[in-house]
């Protein structure tokens, strides 16, 4: 199993930045794809980025490409979400997950674990 804990969240204003980490236990961290998702408040969850497990393929959500960026450190068992360009629709509850999979997705059904979440809010 894979427990994950994220951190940096936080109220930003618009235009601002934030790096989001996601902590995961265990040693087996290398052999899962690692994604970003979201969910504002009355909106369904929705994907935001994913990356290999060698951290060499990423995929991102329309919505954010060119302004967030997924990055991961396998020596650390951590992944990171640079978020750049921040506007008031990137509020919400963003939570990392692991998926036993060969290769990046942004479909949530294929990650089995997921973190508590951590909160964004961006003021205008």
């Known amino acids: 199993q894979v427990q994950l804990v994220e951190s940096g969240g936080g109220l930003v204003q618009a235009g601002g930045s934030l790096r989001l980490s996601c902590a995961a236990s265990g040693r087996t961290f290398n052999l899962y794809v690692m994604g970003w998702f979201r969910q504002a408040p009355g909106k369904q969850r929705e994907s935001v980025a994913a990356?290999?497990?060698?951290?060499?393929?990423?995929a991102y959500a329309d919505s954010v490409k060119g302004r967030f960026t997924i990055s991961r450190d396998n020596a650390k068992n951590t992944v990171y979400l640079q978020m750049n360009s921040l506007n008031t629709e990137d509020t919400a509850a963003y939570y990392c997950?692991?998926?036993?999979?060969?290769?990046?997705?942004?479909?949530?059904?294929?990650?089995?674990?997921w973190g508590q979440g951590t909160q964004v809010t961006v003021s205008s």
């Open positions: 990356i290999s497990r060698s951290g060499s393929n990423t």
């Open positions: 997950a692991a998926a036993y999979t060969s290769s990046s997705t942004l479909v949530a059904s294929a990650y089995a674990y």
